[in-house]
Nanobody, 123 residues
């Protein structure tokens, strides 16, 4: 069982930055690929970024490429999402998720989810 707790969300002006953190419980954190997803009101949950557990390879959605960076610190059981040059369309609840089977862009392939953190970008 893995428990995930996100933090770092908030209200920011367009062009600003935020760093989201996701702290994981358990001693097998490095075995899991980690992903960030987001969901805006009335929309489906969408993939934002993911990072593998072992090699640290990263994958970022085209909509945030060049602006968002995912990273992880296995010693701290934490995954991060650095968000720069934020836009109003980035407004959503952001969720982190853990997948034992490897990096994936599909929510259904993730085993554990956090409760989400709200990010609001004002214009």
């Amino acid at each position: 069982q893995v428990q995930l707790v996100e933090s770092g969300g908030g209200l920011v002006q367009a062009g600003g930055s935020l760093r989201l953190s996701c702290a994981a419980s358990g001693r097998t954190f490095s075995s899991y690929a980690m992903g960030w997803f987001r969901q805006a009101p009335g929309k489906e949950r969408e993939f934002v970024a993911a990072i593998s557990g072992s090699s640290g390879g990263t994958y970022v959605a085209d909509s945030v490429k060049g602006r968002f960076t995912i990273s992880r610190d296995n010693a701290k059981n934490t995954v991060y999402l650095q968000m720069n040059s934020l836009k109003p369309e980035d407004t959503a609840v952001y969720y982190c998720a853990a997948a034992l089977r490897g990096v994936a862009g599909t929510p259904s392939l993730y085993d554990y989810w956090g409760q989400g953190t709200q990010v609001t970008v004002s214009s």
